[in-house]
Each structure stands twice: as structure tokens, then as C-alpha cells.
């Protein structure tokens, strides 16, 4: 595991590594490293978070300087990081979306989807989790809006194509990074109710209240109310869900009475008229 001695020294390498291959003027690296603080170019914080970041670097070398596939540059006005062939989930998740975002605007909406699966795999939870930071909130919740994205169009896609168990698997999925989509829930609710799974519709209904009314002092609307109601009522069930029994076995429709080989079928009784 790499041992960071330097404060500073592992926050201005991730903040060089987001912005790799790019000319990072001191003045901008003091006020992200040190928000609020006054810049000088006596100052030696950003020097010492420099050198511990290159030191850190060389012992993870080995101690090879030709072999680092990662360097700190000095320039003119500021510092780059050099890391060619260097892999990153965040560059491969961008570059998912631009391509979904491309096949869209074809018309190619199974490419899109798969892009947008692509980017949905690829993202595994907050940016630099653990880290505080202006600059990493804003990331954070970059990268949060563009996850929305994706998982908002899968939603639809499988939606779309009538595939519950991927529509329920975004939806969960977008609550995990926003748990205040009140759509969702009602999407999670409809879907359950076509399955006849009320213990399901009522699971969601009653997180989507508590965390609306706990977290943001706000009632559910009218429309999650309605949607609630018609699913205990067993009005939202669809029709194949309504001949299966919860035990997952369906039922047997009532027989139908039949008539010997050969018999003759019972007379008709009429009655004279009055």
C-alpha cells in the first residue's frame, strides 16, 4: 500500500490525475489544496505537497525514474502530470456516454442502450469516496447526474421493452444514488402491482413517505396516494398476474362438465307461454 507522508500530497494527485496531461497553474492548485487561504509565491505548502507527491511516486517505481509510468512536470506557471497509458474508470465511463449520446442522435437506440450499460457497470459508487474537498463535491456530483442519466434511459429502455426484473434493477439502482426520485417509487409500486406483489407495493410506498416526509419535510403527492390505493385494490394487477397464484403456481381453470360418448344430450324444457 503506498504510504502518503505529505498532507497535501495524495489530494494534489488526485486533483493532477483528473487533469492529467494539462498545465495546472500554483495559483489554482493553492486554492483547491487550501480553499480560502492567501496565495504567495514565498508560500512552500504547494512545494512540499509537490515533493512528498514525487517521492511517493518514485517508491512506487521502485525506485526506477525510466520505468514510472506517472510524473509530476514542472512548467512555467504550474505543474502536469504525465501519465500516458494510464487506465480510468472515469475516463472509460465518459467515454460510454458520449458514445450512447452519439448512437442517440442515429437513431441506433439498441447501440445507445449498451453504451448506457457500459457506463451503468462503470460506475460503482461516489466519486473519491471518503474525500472532502469543493472540487471533489463538485466531481461527486458530476458524476452522480451523469449516472442519473444513464440509469434514467435503461429505466425507459426496459420499460419500454417489458422487462421487469432490469426495470426494477434501475430503478433500485438510481434510489442508491438518489433516494428522492418520488417517479421511481411509483414506478417500483406499478411495476409490483402488475405482479400482484403487494407486500412489495407496500415496502416502497412506505420508504418513499418516510424518506420524503423524514428527510425533506415534504407529504408524497397526490399521484403516489392514487397509485397506492389502485395497487391494494388489485387494480393495477395485469391479467396473467391475476391467474397466478403468490405461490407462483398457476391456477387451474374450473372443468368443464362433459357428456358420455354416444349420450344424448338432456332435453330442452320449455315453458308454454301464459
Not at 439502482?173 to 426520485?181: A, F, V
Amino acid at each position: 500500500m503506498t504510504s502518503w507522508h505529505a498532507g497535501k500530497a495524495r489530494q494534489l494527485f488526485q486533483y493532477l490525475l483528473l487533469n492529467r496531461g494539462r498545465i495546472i497553474r500554483r495559483e489554482k492548485l493553492f486554492e483547491t489544496l487550501w480553499p480560502g487561504g492567501a496565495w504567495s509565491r514565498s508560500s512552500s505548502s504547494l512545494k512540499v505537497a509537490v515533493h512528498g507527491l514525487r517521492r511517493t511516486l518514485e517508491r512506487a517505481a521502485g525506485g526506477a525514474p525510466d520505468l514510472r509510468p506517472v510524473e509530476v512536470v514542472s512548467r512555467e506557471h504550474g505543474y502536469q502530470l504525465d501519465a500516458t497509458g494510464l487506465w480510468l474508470d472515469i475516463d472509460e465511463f465518459d467515454r460510454a456516454l458520449r458514445a450512447a449520446h452519439a448512437a442517440e442522435a442515429r437513431g441506433a437506440r439498441a447501440e445507445a442502450t449498451a453504451c448506457y450499460r457500459r457506463a451503468a457497470r462503470l460506475y460503482t459508487g461516489d466519486f473519491l469516496a471518503g474525500e472532502d474537498g469543493d472540487w471533489v463535491d463538485e466531481q461527486r456530483a458530476y458524476y452522480r447526474t451523469r449516472a442519473l442519466h444513464a440509469l434514467t434511459c435503461l429505466r425507459a429502455d426496459a420499460l419500454l421493452r417489458g422487462d421487469h426484473a432490469e426495470a426494477v434493477d434501475a430503478c433500485r439502482r438510481i434510489l442508491e444514488i438518489d433516494p428522492y426520485q418520488e417517479e421511481v417509487y411509483q414506478t417500483l409500486m406499478v411495476l409490483h402491482a402488475r405482479r400482484g406483489e403487494l407486500g412489495q407495493v407496500r415496502s416502497w410506498h412506505r420508504m418513499c413517505v418516510r424518506r420524503l416526509q423524514r428527510d425533506l419535510n415534504v407529504p408524497p403527492a397526490e399521484t403516489t396516494r392514487r397509485i397506492f390505493i389502485r395497487a391494494v385494490r388489485g387494480e393495477l394487477r395485469a391479467p396473467e398476474a391475476r391467474t397466478t397464484r403468490t405461490d407462483g403456481a398457476r391456477r387451474c381453470p374450473a372443468p368443464r362438465s362433459r357428456r358420455p360418448p354416444g349420450a344424448r344430450p338432456a332435453p330442452r324444457i320449455v315453458r308454454p307461454r301464459r
